[in-house]
Structures are given as C-alpha cells and as structure tokens.
Nanobody, 115 residues
Framework: QVQLVESGGGLVQAGGSLRLSCAAS????????MGWYRQAPGKRRELVAQ???????NYADSVKGRFTISRDSAKNTVYLQMNSLKPEDTAVYYC?????????WGQGTQVTVSS
C-alpha cells in the first residue's frame, strides 16, 4: 500500500509560481510512474504531468513550457514546479502513483490563481 502526502498549494497571482511536492511512503518496491492530475470545479480530473522511474516525462499541452515535473527517487518524492500561472490553472491538484498495476492518490492540494 502506497501513501501519498502532498504539500505546496496556495493562492498566487497570475504570472506567479508555486512548487508542489508529493512524498510517497509504504512501498518496498520502486514506484514506476508518479505524476500530477488536477480537477477544477465542474470539470473532469485531467493529467497535468507524469514521470517514470526511467526518467521520461509527459505533459498536458496546456502546461508545456510552464510546468516542470521532477523526481527524487531516493526520497520517493515528486515535484511540480509551476511558473507563469494562469487563472485557468486553478484546481485541486492530486498526486498519483502507479505501482504493480495499482493506482494511488493523494488527498489533493488547492491551487488558486487570481487574475
């Protein structure tokens, strides 16, 4: 069983930056894929960025060039650096981990971008 704890959300003005962190615990095996999803009010949860243990990354088109996902495998922690934030980035951001075919989710952290 994998537990995920997120931190780093908050309120920021448009054009500002935030860094989200997600620490994973409870796993004795390498977590293959870690990433971030977000869900805005009235919308479906969507992938923001993802990284694998091999170092490959995948980004939603809407965040390419503004967000950067990184991973510290030794600490089982994944980060999301968010720059040039826009009001449409406002959402609850969820950390996600996939291990041995099972998906795990964090509790979510609110990101609010004011115009």
């Amino acid at each position: 069983q994998v537990q995920l704890v997120e931190s780093g959300g908050g309120l920021v003005q448009a054009g500002g930056s935030l860094r989200l962190s997600c620490a994973a615990s409870g796993s004795f095996f390498t977590i293959n894929t870690m990433g971030w999803y977000r869900q805005a009010p009235g919308k479906r949860r969507e992938l923001v960025a993802q990284t694998t243990s091999g170092g490959s990354t995948n980004y939603a088109d809407s965040v390419k060039g503004r967000f950067t996902i990184s991973r510290d495998s030794a600490k089982n922690t994944v980060y999301l650096q968010m720059n040039s934030l826009k009001p449409e980035d406002t959402a609850v951001y969820y950390c996600n981990a996939i291990q041995l075919g099972s998906a795990y989710w964090g509790q979510g952290t609110q990101v609010t971008v004011s115009s």
